[in-house]
């Protein structure tokens, strides 16, 4: 039976809307830094640690995303809505005091919004979601995109680069009446019980690859906060054309994503993970060593390009269907073929036909599947663990 085609429903509009507000949010601290720092006469450090109250929300978000204390629809609304205010204070805020915890205050509600999202997309295209998720970075990216020729065409104006601030809020407020509107899929809860972890669950966890995608997304957030103070003080730009230049990059990013996703289809992920390391090694050098705008230009466009794909490698196939949720422990007995069950008087004998038409799909049947050894009762009545079976993942989107 073929797979059902990939359908955006009301819930999958409103996240690609609620997505492009975090990508405006998230896009927006890089651009206006040149003009903060004019502003509040801080220096070179004071503006970066700006960029590390920001990654240290959002990775203080990141730690504690597993609890789902609001559920992810509160979570969404409350986290977008709150990091809309925490940005009105780093924009009209003209002192450290007030823009430095504004900034780790919007990092924390921006990526806790982020994790919901994705959370609550992937479960409501559990077929496609890797469609839905390249969608919704596509939005995130036409975000990034607009804020650094938004900062600047306002920094040459009356309304000055602040105004910015009140329209991401603008924008944000729309995003959240949206998400309001439409049901978001909550995170399913079938056990109380912890996980049991395997000795390969511990080893994965310390997977050489999470190296990898942490200097990836080092890069890559980096290269977004820095590179507008990066081309006005090291390059000698203009502040508006030097905001007005991070534009480029994030538009690298979204063709980057793009590519991938064509050249993933034909090209294993391993390979294209080097290929686009390789590629950025080549790219970053030539952003470090320019002091003009069209070698920096070259230099940061090819690493966008190569860092985007790096961090979110898209699957090789999206039609395949996705694992069925674990099943509740009191319908797991229902669920289980005869052998797995206690032996029960049985109410009247079943068909031949009945019991071809019983369910043996392993994806119905997450533990059932699972081979027994020959000594095993049938009247044992173990139930297997909660939890879903292992499989090895599609490709690097799959893997964190």
Do not use: K
Not at 89 to 101: H, K, N, R
Not at 150 to 158: C, E
Not at 252 to 260: C, D, E, S, T
Not at 364 to 382: F, Q
């Amino acid at each position: 039976m073929s797979a059902a085609p990939f359908h955006r429903n009301r819930f999958t509009w409103a996240a690609y809307g609620a997505l492009l507000a975090f990508g405006f949010l998230n896009a927006v601290l890089g651009p206006i830094l040149p003009f903060l720092r004019a502003v509040e006469g801080i220096s070179y450090l004071v503006g970066a640690l700006h960029q590390l109250a920001y990654a240290m929300g959002g990775a203080a978000a990141g730690l504690l995303a597993h609890r789902d204390l609001l559920g992810r629809s509160a979570t969404i609304r409350f986290g977008l809505a709150g990091a809309a205010l925490a940005g009105l204070g780093l924009g009209f805020g003209d002192t450290a005091a007030i823009t430095l915890p504004a900034t780790l205050a919007m990092g924390f509600l921006n990526t806790a919004a982020l994790i919901a999202l994705w959370a609550a997309l992937s479960d409501a295209h559990r077929g496609h979601r890797a469609v839905a998720m390249t969608e919704g970075e596509v939005a995130v990216s036409l975000g990034g995109i607009v804020v650094p020729l938004l900062v600047a065409v306002l920094a040459s104006t009356a309304l000055t680069w602040r105004f910015a601030m009140v329209i991401g809020a603008a924008l944000v407020g729309v995003a959240v009446l949206w998400i309001g509107a439409v049901r978001v899929p909550e995170q399913e809860r079938f056990s109380t019980q912890p996980a049991i972890q395997s000795p390969d669950d511990r080893s994965e966890r310390w997977s050489p690859l999470l190296a990898v995608i942490f200097s990836i997304v080092a890069l890559e957030f980096g290269l977004s906060f820095w590179l507008a103070s990066y081309l006005n003080v090291s390059v000698g730009l203009e502040r508006g054309l030097a905001v007005a230049l991070v534009a480029a990059l994030y538009g690298a990013n979204l063709a980057g994503r793009l590519l991938a996703s064509r050249l993933a289809r034909q090209i294993a992920a391993d390979r294209l993970l080097a290929f686009a390391l390789l590629t950025a090694m080549v790219g970053l050098p030539i952003l470090i060593a320019s002091h003009a705008t069209g070698p920096a230009t070259l230099g940061f466009v090819i690493t966008g390009m190569a860092s985007a794909p790096s961090s979110r490698s898209p699957p090789r196939s999206t039609s395949a269907a996705a694992p069925a949720p674990p099943t509740p422990p009191s319908a797991r007995s229902s669920s289980s073929p005869p052998s797995a069950r206690p032996s029960a008087p049985s109410r009247s004998p079943r068909s031949p036909r009945s019991r071809a038409s019983a369910p043996a799909s392993s994806s119905s049947r997450p533990w059932s599947s699972r081979r027994r050894s020959p000594s095993s009762s049938p009247s044992a009545g173990a139930t297997a663990p909660p939890g879903r079976p292992r499989r090895a993942p599609d490709s690097l989107a799959e893997c964190f």
